[in-house]
């Protein structure tokens, strides 16, 4: 606790939560899944309560009265989509986007381009039989 002290004191003056997020990759897709989670630390031990907007699920953990472990999935998007905070001392919106860089697909659109984008892309168990005349059916696996 002593460690602890001469940390929290500066945050006892400010009166600010502390949002440091887990897990960000450097670039997302538009509509790729996110999954990250932030850590919330509070400068007095109070309950707090958080609400997520639509789109965005969240898990909650709460290890400490100073602490709050969220993990979050959602789809990358430019849409706003907000964590707000609820406390004693007021209301806290957190925007998810800052955390988001979006890498968009160039344009024009490669041929037979059809709306996914993957990273590290591999075709796992590929199989093909004839089902007609000069007509093949072909299944695989995608991984990414």
Request: charged share 20%; proline share 10%.
């Amino acid at each position: 606790m002593r460690l602890l002290s001469p940390l929290l004191f500066p945050l006892l003056l400010i009166g600010k939560l502390i949002v440091t997020p887990i897990g960000v990759k450097p670039y997302y897709y538009p509509g790729e899944e996110v999954s990250i989670g932030l850590r919330i630390i509070s400068p007095t031990p109070s309950n707090y309560h958080i609400s997520v907007t639509k789109g965005v699920e969240m898990n909650l953990s709460h290890p400490s009265p100073f602490i709050y472990d969220l993990n979050l999935s959602f789809f990358a998007s430019k849409k706003p989509l907000k964590i707000l905070i609820a406390g004693v001392t007021g209301l806290e919106s957190i925007d998810l986007g800052r955390y988001l860089k979006l890498k968009s697909v160039p344009t024009p659109y490669p041929p037979y381009y059809t709306g996914v984008v993957a990273d590290k892309l591999e075709i796992l168990d590929p199989a093909a039989s004839r089902y007609r005349e000069g007509e093949v059916i072909l299944s695989f696996n995608l991984r990414s």
